[in-house]
T-cell receptor, first 117, second 112 residues
Framework: GAVVSQHPSRVICKSGTSVKIECRSL??????MFWYRQFPKQSLMLMAT?????????EQGVEKDKFLINHASLTLSTLTVTSAHPEDSSFYIC?????????????FGEGSRLTVL | GENVEQHPSTLSVQEGDSAVIKCTYS??????FPWYKQELGKGPQLIID?????GEKKDQRIAVTLNKTAKHFSLHITETQPEDSAVYFC???????????FGAGTRLFVKA
């Protein structure tokens, strides 16, 4: 199946700093990528939909200035957590949909665990 | 809004037994139903999916059934093994630009 690579897998940062997480589709072009946040023992919470070449669509309650998303190419989307605080500590996961297929199989990255001290 | 309900939240079975996880969805326009397995500290992995024009699909020890009239679908794992222990998520989607809606997850424990 298609491969989505996410980097870094773990990151620890100080409060107030910014952290960038990358999501790459390795063997396919992804018009659309999705960013999720997952709390312990909970389901995936969609944060935003990232569309190549246009602005991301954020879910209700997600601060777009806090979680900056850039989808500059068909194989790369980035999530930047700006001025991170301990409450931003979480497991962040991206997924990608191949091309613009009508039936959208999602392929997930391995996730990035962010710890803000 | 649209939602997917998943049951049970926790399931414990003996190795070799079968495990069944059930989901119901609310959006009647959903036409794609994937199941994901998530191991600790990793991203979800697609294990099987079914489309609305099919009632059942099987892949070795894993099978999925879909009842569009009742808007529910189920995952069946036969001859469970300890390595099947993980969290399983069902999901429903219309495809295209629509969001995929995930269930809350089922934590499966397979006891050796």
């Amino acid at each position: 199946g298609a491969v989505v690579s996410q980097h870094p897998s773990r990151v620890i940062c100080k409060s107030g700093t910014s952290v960038k997480i990358e999501c790459r589709s390795l063997d396919f072009q992804a018009t659309t990528m999705f960013w999720y946040r997952q709390f312990p023992k909970q389901s995936l919470m969609l944060m935003a939909t990232s569309n190549e070449g246009s602005k991301a669509t954020y879910e209700q309650g997600v601060e777009k200035d806090k979680f900056l998303i850039n989808h500059a190419s068909l194989t790369l989307s980035t999530l930047t957590v700006t001025s991170a605080h301990p409450e931003d500590s979480s497991f962040y996961i991206c997924s990608a949909r191949e091309g613009d297929r009508a039936i959208g199989e999602l392929f997930f990255g391995e996730g990035s665990r962010l710890t803000v001290l | 809004g649209e939602n997917v309900e998943q049951h049970p939240s926790t399931l414990s079975v003996q190795e070799g037994d079968s495990a069944v996880i059930k989901c119901t969805y609310s959006d009647s326009a959903s036409n794609y139903f994937p199941w994901y397995k998530q191991e600790l500290g990793k991203g979800p992995q697609l294990i099987i999916d079914i489309r609305s024009n099919v009632g059942e699909k099987k892949d070795q020890r894993i099978a999925v059934t879909l009842n569009k009239t009742a808007k529910h679908f189920s995952l069946h794992i036969t001859e469970t093994q300890p390595e099947d222990s993980a969290v399983y998520f069902c999901a429903a989607s219309r495809g295209g630009g629509f969001k995929t809606i995930f269930g809350a997850g089922t934590r499966l424990f397979v006891k050796a």
